[in-house]
């Protein structure tokens, strides 16, 4: 039976640490290099003349075959599973923590039924309790490889999802993919073709039990000006005078909920509404025939970015694939050093008070 008296529990003053520290030193200034080498590494630190740098004695060479065994891995520390008594700042709840931008080939299908292997960057968070420290964000990464040879749907995401939710033991979770998705179009007149890219994001996103499926498309167009193409023409039949009307690079990022009715909504859909509704898209591949010709199909296509915002909305209000949604334009003026922005939601999964102060900077496209 152990006994533990009061004097025997209490911590030791500084003084009586600083005695001690003074026996130590006198037995070590007489005592055998072995005597000392034999005492703990922390112990003979404190000993007289011992070099800084040989404690601790550490080995300079990798050693490739180290087996990291079961028994071996148990004794590493893992701070991020700690207790709630390692929480530092505020013992709050967060909302999203996890890992962005790792990377990996995925397989998706195309609407002609063809197969394309497309880099994707990965974004996956879950919410962590208040009580806990933190979560073991390689685990994001090991549940998501476990698909990663499957071809693309969103029922392979949420088996991910599924996986990684349940081994962190959290409450939601949110997975997000980004791509640069090709398409080959036609030039207007000259019968060229090219590849357009479109950077297209896939999120699933799962909060108090409610699973969200959403779409992002950013739609790169020609905006020009109905107000100056006007007094380009006002210029030209009252006073002869030359005048060409301003038009720009426009970025519109179109974001759609799919609803759950179990049809495809594919990528190349999402891009042919944008097409209809502003069908002045940069172009790939021009000659001098295909230049006049978006020319002329800026001219008969004027648009205020407000103009944008309505008619990318109409595409998307009847179709029955779409919930809500919301159109983010950006019309990079040409006239002035700003730029005109639009923002036009539907439902309450992308209505905000707030905006990101710098989400418009993000609609910056560069060929």
């Not at 028994?71 to 530092?88: E, F, R, V």
């Not at 890992?99 to 197969?115: A, C, E, M, V």
């Not at 759609?256 to 179990?262: I, M, P, R, S």
Request: charged share 25%.
């Amino acid at each position: 039976m152990n006994m533990h008296t009061p004097e025997m529990d209490r911590k030791p003053s500084r003084e009586e640490a600083a005695a001690a520290l003074a026996v130590l030193r006198k037995w070590a200034g007489k005592a055998h290099d072995s005597e000392i080498e034999s005492l703990d590494p922390v112990l003979a630190r404190l000993a007289p003349d011992a070099p800084v740098d040989a404690y601790p004695l550490l080995s300079r060479a990798y050693e490739a075959d180290f087996d990291a065994s079961p028994a071996y891995k148990d004794t590493l520390p893992d701070l991020q599973n700690g207790p709630s008594a390692l929480i530092k700042g505020a013992n709050r709840a967060i909302q999203h923590v996890g890992i962005s931008n790792f990377r990996l080939p995925i397989q998706y299908h195309t609407r002609d039924k063809g197969d394309l292997s497309l880099e994707t960057s990965v974004t996956g968070t879950v919410s962590l309790e208040a009580d806990k420290k933190g979560i073991n964000m390689s685990r994001i990464m090991r549940s998501f490889y476990e698909y990663a040879e499957e071809t693309f749907s969103f029922g392979v995401i949420e088996a991910a999802l599924d996986d990684y939710k349940t081994d962190l033991e959290s409450f939601d979770a949110r997975i997000n993919m980004r791509l640069k998705f090709p398409v080959k179009v036609q030039s207007l007149r000259s019968g060229l073709s090219g590849y357009q890219y479109y950077d297209i994001a896939l999120e699933l996103i799962e909060i108090d039990g409610v699973r969200r499926k959403i779409m992002h498309l950013d739609y790169v167009y020609s905006s020009t000006c109905p107000c100056s193409l006007e007094l380009s023409e006002h210029a030209r039949r009252t006073r002869g005078q030359l005048a060409t009307p301003h038009s720009q690079r426009s970025v519109a990022r179109i974001s759609v909920e799919l609803t759950a009715d179990g049809k495809c909504l594919w990528f190349e859909d999402l891009i042919d509404m944008c097409r209809r509704a502003v069908p002045t898209e940069t172009q790939v591949m021009v000659k001098r025939e295909d230049e006049q010709a978006f020319a002329e199909l800026n001219a008969a296509n004027p648009i205020f970015v407000e103009d944008a915002a309505r008619l990318f909305a109409e595409a998307l209000q009847n179709d029955p694939r779409i919930g809500d949604y919301r159109v983010l334009a950006s019309h990079q003026e040409s006239l002035h050093s700003h730029d005109a922005v639009s923002v036009l939601t539907e439902g309450t999964t992308f209505a905000s008070d707030s905006l990101d102060p710098k989400l418009f900077s993000t609609l910056f496209h560069v060929g």
